[in-house]
């Protein structure tokens, strides 16, 4: 089940620092890397999802998710910030019926720091889950594992001869 998302307690000091993750929003066709601002302060870090996501107005609050994806040689823990209503606009940067927008941090293995930024080769991954698990009945069922997949294995190995891209995603399906 989502977390409801509640806002940052304003007594919390600490700087502010911008953590790379990707952005599905329903203004655009495709998803990007969009810099995410991050208080942090007294061992708690705080994403400000809402700076980056449209349509504020029509639904000001944010839910939350966990996704771990299990690959051949590790286990990659992501959280998915979204907004999901029928009069928000469809999100074609999905490719499933999806009305809003999503946001997808990498969560860190500490308790210190549970958010990083992305990796380069995360873009690919994200993109996998996002395209099979991102239904309004999928997430509010807390169906957030998706199968070992050893397809990912060669991800991390990318600087030494991954397949091109379209060799890829064609292995895919």
Not at 68 to 76: C, N, P
């Amino acid at each position: 089940m989502p977390i409801l998302r509640i806002r940052p307690d304003p007594r919390i000091e600490g700087p502010t620092v911008s953590l790379q993750s990707r952005l599905y929003s329903s203004r655009t066709t495709r998803p990007r890397n969009v810099g995410v601002p991050t208080r942090v302060g007294n061992g708690v870090m705080f994403p400000s999802a809402e700076v980056v996501l449209d349509d504020m107005a029509l639904q000001p609050y944010i839910h939350d998710a966990f996704i771990v994806l299990r690959t051949a040689r590790e286990v990659h823990l992501f959280t998915v910030f979204f907004k999901n209503h029928k009069r928000l606009p469809r999100n074609a940067s999905i490719g499933k019926v999806f009305y809003g927008d999503a946001l997808i941090m990498r969560r860190g293995a500490s308790e210190t720091r549970p958010y990083v930024n992305l990796r380069p080769d995360d873009g690919e991954l994200v993109d996998y889950v996002m395209k099979r698990r991102a239904s309004r009945s999928q997430i509010d069922s807390g169906a957030d594992k998706v199968p070992s997949n050893p397809r990912f294995a060669e991800l991390r190995h990318r600087r030494k001869g991954v397949p091109k891209k379209a060799e890829f995603t064609k292995r895919l399906h």
